[in-house]
């Protein structure tokens, strides 16, 4: 009987070690983004290091042409001559639900005098309803700038966006001067816009 009480007792040690050993090696992993000098400070997304990620300050990004929730076409090229801020984005996304009020009041009161160009690419593939969800929430937030449909996740894999909301922001040559994840507010914005070429 104390032989079995024993082992049971070792067996529950092995087991439990086991765990800790599996919960502090996920700790430790390495999480690309966080390294990147993320950072979220007062719920606003901050800019990440550009030398740790794929698109680099300076590159010209893929180019992309998508249809819109309203059925026009938009093509990222299209728009050089412009400022743009590319928004990666899910309806189901609390930051993003966060931001898109801001986006809409410097859509609605700015981008046209800063020469700029919104563009809110939504995660289609990741929409449990697909475009009628991306439809109402459009309709519920009153969002007038452009929301491409990446339905096919193609955009959103080539930009890198796996956390969202991912935003970057391009300067009018059609390069990339600005990398965010996390939510921006409408002063962010403005100010990231300010120096742009």
Not at 9 to 30: D, Y
Not at 43 to 61: I, K, T, W, Y
Not at 87 to 100: D, Q, V
Request: with cysteine.
């Amino acid at each position: 009987m104390n032989k079995k009480v024993i082992g049971y007792i070792i067996a529950a040690l092995l087991i439990g070690s086991m765990v800790v050993i599996m919960i502090s090696t996920n700790l430790k992993k390495v999480d690309p983004i966080a390294t990147a000098g993320v950072l979220v400070e007062s719920g606003v997304g901050s800019e990440v290091a550009m030398e740790d990620v794929g698109l680099r300050q300076g590159d010209l990004p893929p180019d992309f042409e998508l249809t819109t929730v309203t059925g026009d076409m938009v093509k990222l090229s299209d728009l050089k001559g412009k400022k743009v801020i590319l928004n990666f984005w899910a309806t189901w996304c609390p930051p993003c639900k966060a931001e898109m009020p801001h986006m809409q009041n410097y859509y609605k009161n700015s981008a046209e005098k800063d020469n700029v160009e919104i563009l809110a690419v939504n995660l289609t593939t990741d929409e449990h309803r697909g475009v009628k969800a991306v439809q109402e929430f459009v309709d519920s937030y009153g969002l007038t700038f452009p929301i491409p449909l990446d339905e096919l996740g193609v955009v959103g894999e080539s930009y890198q966006a796996f956390r969202i909301p991912t935003t970057y922001i391009l300067n009018t040559d059609g390069t990339i001067a600005h990398v965010l994840v996390g939510p921006m507010d409408e002063s962010m914005m403005e100010r990231l816009v300010q120096d742009l070429d």
